[in-house]
Structures are given as C-alpha cells and as structure tokens.
C-alpha cells in the first residue's frame, strides 16, 4: 500500500489552511412574551439537562495513553473489514495505518457533526414558538459545545489526525442550517442526525477497547438521549394536521437525508488518502454483509422514532424498504 497522501487530511504539526464556510442561513426568530411553562415535559427535561452537565476538561482521564494504530475500535467496523481488500492488507505494516486513518475518519465526522448540532440548536433557540422549547434548547447549546470539545482534543491529542468532513455530511447540515421552517430543522437534527448519533455510539461505547473514547462516547449518549427525546417530545402531533403538500417536504427530507447519512460511512476519502484502489473498496463495502448490519443499525432509532410522529407514510416506509431499515419499526427507540 502506498504511503498515505497527508495534504489533504488535517495532521497537527503539518502545515494547513484553515477552512471557513460561509453559509447566509436564514434563521426565524421568535420572541415569546408568555413565560409560563406550558409544557411540563419540556420543563421537566430542561430540569435534568441542568442536573447533568458535566465538565469535559476535568471529567474525562485525558492522561489516558493512546496508541492510535492499535485495535481501540473494533476491526470490524472497519468497512472493509472480512472483504477481499481485507486479506490483502499486510497485517503488521498496513493495517496499523489503515485503523488510524479509519478510527481518525469515524471520530473527525462526529467531531463535525456536533458542530453542525452546535449551530442548528443555537439557531432553535430563536426560532422556536414556546419558552419552554428555547429553554431546553439553549441546554442543548451547551452540551453540543462540550461535545465538539472532546472530540477535537482527542482526535489532536491522540489520534493526531483529522479528516475534513464527509460531503454527505456536508450537504445534509447546510440543508438543516438553511432551513426557515423550524419543524424541519429540527426534524434534522434532533430525529435523523440526532437518532443516528446516538445508534453509533451505542454501538462504539459497547465494544470499544480503547477506555478513553469509550468514556467519551458514552458521556455524549447521555446528553444525546436527551436531544432526541426533545425532538420527539416537541413534533408529536403537528404533522397530524399539516396539508398533503406541506407532508410531502418531509417526505421527501426523511428519505434524502437517510440516504446521505448511509453513504457518510463509505470512506471513500480514507481510500483516497492511502492510495488504495477506491472503486474497489466501495465495491467491497457496498457488498459486504458487516457493513450492511452496521448500516441497517444505524437506523434503529430513526425509523422508530419517524413512526411515533406520524411521518412513516408510504412513501417514507418504501424509502426504508429500499435501505432495508424498515424492520426497525417495531422496536423501542428508547431502549
């Protein structure tokens, strides 16, 4: 394998341009002169948000030794891992790298997606319709702020390496965070991304070695749980009395946003970067059972949760069929 092209990957100590997106999103912005609680479940969450925060800089054990070529997050989620381009890995010299990169890959998208959380949740705060909502959502700016904290440092501090973000990624947070209509915003966030966020790393905090990141993801769980109940708390029963066509933009949202967030984990950029033949190791992705089952798991918060707003119509549970996700209908969202 050749040696792995750095320049267009983040390495601390190389020299980088700093990358600013400018997006010109417009933002509603609601003020509420009733400041009555009128949702005691909202208040009730916004409560425990208060009682649960915690400190990323002295909570976490950051003197934790990391070797970053090491087996910390299991091989198999590797998306190559048990294919043909797996057995021609050379063991001791490629497959090292390879987790670095992959690991590095994984935890700098995260590390993105909690930025683009960051921002959608400070724009909710504006835009939604009650005090009760803006309160909750103003906790949820804190708690993503921390999120985006501990995974930078770690991925500086011990892993060295970071990936620019996927441009699946990419393109599904700049249609959150240009999005006027709140519901759909937040629709995005706290349900699809959110939902998602939260399947991975229940996932990770299940089966990683490594002690630090599995601290780290199982610390964000726990605010997350609370992000997606919020979602799901606030959209319950709106969408019973929206208009065919108003229904048909989420719709059409859901099924294009769980597209984009199945491809997010092809790794092509990781290929890329270590100069292996990329249409074969997104060939061998596309076909290999493990990461069809990673994939199909991602979604089990999802496809639940879409079911309980109302939102899983023929066209949003076809669109599951096609992804094969669908079988997560029956399950509960929040075990």
């Keep these: 394998m050749p040696a792995a092209r750095e320049s267009s990957v983040r390495l601390r100590g190389a020299a980088s341009e700093e990358r600013i997106d400018m997006l010109d999103a417009p933002c509603e912005t609601r003020l509420v002169w009733d400041y009555d609680a009128g949702r005691d479940d909202l208040r009730a969450l916004y409560e425990k948000a208060k009682e649960a925060q915690w400190n990323a800089k002295t909570y976490l054990a950051w003197d934790t030794k990391v070797d970053p070529e090491a087996e910390n997050i299991p091989n198999h989620f590797i998306p190559i891992f048990g294919t043909k381009m797996w057995d021609k890995l050379d063991k001791k010299r490629e497959l090292p790298n390879l987790r670095r990169h992959a690991s590095s890959y994984m935890l700098s998208n995260f590390l993105h997606g909690e930025q683009g959380a960051l921002l959608a949740s400070a724009q909710l705060v504006s835009a939604l319709p009650s005090v009760d909502a803006k309160l909750y959502a103003s906790s949820q700016v804190m708690d993503e702020a921390r999120h985006v904290e501990a995974y930078e440092r770690y991925l500086r501090e011990k892993v060295e390496l970071t990936y620019p973000i996927s441009p699946h990624l990419k ?165």
């Design 171 to 335: 393109q599904l947070l700049d249609e959150i965070l240009m999005e006027r209509r709140w519901d759909l915003k937040f629709l995005g966030m706290q349900i699809m991304i959110e939902g998602l966020a939260l399947a991975a790393f229940g996932l990770i905090s299940q089966t990683a070695q490594e002690p630090l990141i599995r601290d780290i993801v199982k610390m964000i769980m726990l605010d997350e749980s609370r992000h997606v109940a919020f979602g799901v708390l606030s959209l319950r029963g709106i969408y019973a009395e929206m208009s065919e066509s108003e229904l048909r933009d989420r719709e059409d949202f859901i099924i294009e946003a769980s597209r984009l967030m199945r491809d997010r984990f092809l790794m092509q950029e990781v290929w890329e970067n270590l100069g292996m033949p990329v249409a074969d190791c997104l060939d061998a992705v596309r076909q290999s059972p493990i990461m069809q089952t990673f994939q199909s798991l991602l979604f089990s918060k999802i496809v639940p949760n879409v079911k309980r707003l109302g939102l899983l119509t023929p066209r949003v549970r076809k669109g599951f069929e096609e992804l094969r996700v669908i079988q997560y209908e029956t399950w509960d969202a929040s075990a």
